[in-house]
């Protein structure tokens, strides 16, 4: 069964700062990557996708992702975070003909103004 | 907004009590899943249901279940309630039946007192 780790639990950085959050997944087939966004007492909102082609992908309010299949890895970053950017992230991933969305525990960050 | 609604917001209800939660997907999308989101067990997911028929499952417990109606609305029967069913259920909807993009909805928080 596939599974998926964040390593970091809860990251806490100032605002201007650069944003990096490890993602790992483990299965050996060809999947489908999602990193999704949780802000206080809101739903989850996608953030970027990858499927297929250009590893580096780009999301919505600045994020950007990068697959790395030899690592099994992909990183969510960004350059600069803002206050508003606190909210807990969820790395999650399906198999490439699959539906189920299997998440990773999230990470919580927390910006400081 | 992702489109995708649910009722009630809040529910807080006994042990041993059923409940019924309801989701209505995006316009146009065909599938809806249910994943529910504790605090022990983070965000797991626990059914799909594709245009009417059950398309896969997962850790969900024989006390729950789940059907799509001809509107593909969508709704969670949760019976003989125990504390620990105290969570978040969230469900989520795509166009296809496979692999792609699922938009969350905001959320039902089941309190099991």
């Known amino acids: 069964a596939q599974s998926v780790s964040q390593h970091n639990h809860h990251v806490i950085l100032s605002e201007a700062a650069s944003l990096e959050l490890g993602c790992n997944y483990s299965?050996?087939?060809?999947?489908?990557l999602f990193w999704y966004v949780q802000y206080p007492g809101q739903h989850l909102q996608l953030l970027l996708k990858?499927?297929?082609?250009?590893?580096l992908v780009k999301g919505i309010k600045g994020f950007e992702a990068e697959f790395i299949k030899s690592k099994f890895s992909f990183n969510l970053r960004k350059p600069s975070v803002q206050w508003s950017d606190t909210a807990e992230y969820f790395c999650?991933?399906?198999?490439?003909?699959?539906?189920?969305?299997?998440f990773g525990g999230g990470t919580r960050v927390l910006v400081k103004p | 907004d992702s489109g995708v609604t649910q009722t009630p917001k809040h529910l807080i209800t006994a042990t041993g009590q059923r409940v019924t939660l309801r989701c209505s997907p995006r316009?146009?999308?065909?599938?809806v899943y249910w994943y529910q989101q504790s605090l022990d067990q983070g965000l797991q997911f626990l059914i799909q249901?594709?245009?009417?028929?059950?398309?896969a499952k997962g850790n969900i417990l024989e006390r729950f279940s789940a059907q799509q109606f001809p509107d593909l609305h969508s709704e969670l029967n949760l019976s003989s309630l125990e504390l620990g069913d105290s969570a978040l259920y969230f469900c989520?909807?795509?166009?296809?039946?496979?692999?792609?993009?699922?938009?969350f909805g905001p959320g039902t928080r089941l309190t099991v007192l």
């Open positions: 989520a909807s795509s166009a296809s039946g496979g692999a792609g993009t699922q938009y």
């Open positions: 299965y050996g087939g060809t999947v489908n």
């Open positions: 990858y499927f297929s082609g250009d590893p």
């Open positions: 999650a991933v399906t198999q490439a003909a699959g539906n189920k969305l299997t």
């Open positions: 316009s146009g999308d065909l599938s």
């Open positions: 249901y594709y245009n009417g028929e059950e398309r």
